[in-house]
């Protein structure tokens, strides 16, 4: 069955770069049927998309954090990465991986499976 | 930054009908699919609804969506203790060029 696993340092150092890398099981990153994500949720705040990304790695971000924002794909891997640069206490937030599928435009279809999450907290 | 916005809290006892609201606007509700996810505590968020009304696999018929305008609704009947969870929308924003998400409705069954 289909499993999403993020995994990367729970602690980063204000300035620094965070990057997380999500290991998919029970699927092929490299299907043209689906899209890949990273979505992250602040303590006591929102939701909020960071960006997506396809096996070919066609790529777009959340115009907030596109400044600081790198994903990227290893098919050898089964894997997907995310980098954001420069990280402040604004971006301490349990970070998801998920899944999406693909449609004639991005919003046909939501993320319909999601990792259980990981916890970054950034520390100055 | 668009987003969507939901009440903080809602409650029912077991067995009743709860709404949960979500608005938008044109940019996003208005002319894009709306999504409700359940977060359950300590989880991540799981598909609720999909396309506006649509319900995965395995998900129970009491839950159902609906949208009109640039607003949606997430129903639960037959409300259970097991509902108690915080409850996400979500929709492609065309502004944006990007999901926005609610501020999410934490559901209390009392």
């Known amino acids: 069955q289909l499993q999403l696993q993020e995994s990367g340092p729970g602690l980063v150092k204000a300035s620094e770069t965070l990057s997380l890398t999500c290991t998919v099981s029970?699927?092929?990153?490299?299907?043209?049927?689906?899209?890949w994500g990273w979505i992250r949720q602040p303590p006591g705040k929102r939701l909020e998309w960071i960006g997506t990304?396809?096996?070919?790695?066609?790529?777009y971000y959340n115009p907030s954090l596109k400044s600081r924002v790198t994903i990227f794909v290893d098919t050898s891997k089964n894997q997907f990465s995310v980098k954001v640069n420069s990280v402040t206490a604004a971006d301490t937030a349990v970070y998801y991986c998920?899944?999406?599928?693909?449609?004639?435009?991005?919003?046909?279809?939501?993320?319909?499976?999601w990792g259980q999450g990981t916890m970054v907290s950034v520390f100055s | 930054q668009s987003v969507l916005t939901q009440p903080p809290s809602a409650s029912g006892t077991p067995g009743q009908r709860v709404t949960i609201s979500c608005s938008g606007s044109?940019?996003?509700?208005?002319?894009?699919?709306v999504y409700w996810y359940q977060q359950l505590p300590g989880t991540a968020p799981k598909l609720l609804i999909y396309r506006n009304d649509q319900r995965p696999s395995g998900v129970p018929d009491r839950f159902s969506g609906s949208k009109s305008g640039t607003s949606a609704s997430l129903a639960i009947s037959g409300l259970r203790s097991e509902d108690e969870a915080d409850y996400h929308c979500?929709?492609?924003?065309?502004?944006?060029?990007?999901?926005?998400f609610g501020g999410g409705t934490k559901l209390t069954v009392l």
């Open positions: 044109n940019s996003n509700i208005g002319s894009n699919y």
């Open positions: 998920a899944r999406r599928r693909g449609g004639s435009y991005p919003g046909a279809n939501g993320f319909d499976f």
């Open positions: 979500a929709a492609w924003d065309d502004s944006l060029s990007g999901w926005v």
């Open positions: 029970g699927a092929s990153i490299s299907s043209s049927n689906y899209y």
């Open positions: 990304i396809f096996y070919s790695g066609r790529s």
